[in-house]
T-cell receptor, first 110, second 109 residues
């Protein structure tokens, strides 16, 4: 089967760096997504990793290790507006369905 | 910059009512999805469609049906709403990643 684990909550300070981890088990691999979701709003796409390594996009970076079934989202220079849930997601073997983690709620404090 | 829209942001219905949730996307995507999201449970797939008139059950299809008569429109139907269907309903279509609509918060009383 498929399973995704990520921490339930994290707290960090404005201006700091935070790393949100995700581990997954899948029968095949078609990439890994990260989404950001503010309270009461829909998820928005952040990143897609299909190869091992780090992909950087401004203040956000995403890392993937396929052999370890592991990914992390790195947020630098944290801002208050980064307080949100961050969802890790993997498409299933057929590619049509995407399995979402329960999300990590990040609280950024002043 | 409209991409995925849903017919209502908030909806209140009574137990036993038939409920229609509409979703429209303007990106010419073939794949569309309906999820519900509940605290602590994350996003759960109800149904998805990979082409007009084609549909597949997701993980929790019971109590729901869908309709895809046109490529841009994917409807979710609750035949007889129940209180345990009170939830946030999210529609998505897929390009690079999934593009989500704003969500419909449905309350069944």
């Amino acid at each position: 089967g498929q399973n995704i684990d990520q921490p339930t909550e994290m707290t960090a300070t404005e201006g700091a760096i935070v790393q949100i981890n995700c581990t997954y088990q899948t029968s095949g691999f078609n990439g890994l997504f990260w989404y950001q979701q503010h309270a009461g709003e829909a998820p928005t796409f952040l990143s897609y990793n299909v190869l091992d390594g780090l992909e950087e996009k401004g203040r956000f970076s995403s890392f993937l290790s396929r052999s370890k079934g592991y990914s992390y989202l790195l947020l630098k220079e944290l801002q208050m507006k980064d307080s949100a849930s961050y969802l890790c997601a993997v498409p299933n073997t057929g590619g049509f369905k995407t399995i979402f983690g329960a999300g990590t709620r990040l609280f950024v404090k002043a | 910059d409209v991409k995925v829209t849903q017919s209502s942001r908030y909806l209140v219905k009574r137990t036993g009512e038939k409920v229609f949730l509409e979703c429209v996307q303007d990106m010419d995507h073939e794949n569309m999805f309906w999820y519900r999201q509940d605290p602590g449970l994350g996003l759960r797939l109800i149904y998805f469609s990979y082409d007009v008139k084609m549909k597949e059950k997701g993980d929790i299809p019971e109590g729901y049906s869908v309709s895809r008569e046109k490529k841009e429109r994917f409807s979710l139907i609750l035949e007889s709403a129940s209180t345990n269907q009170t939830s946030m309903y999210l529609c998505a279509s897929s390009g690079e990643g999934q593009e989500f609509g704003p969500g419909t918060r449905l309350t069944v009383t």
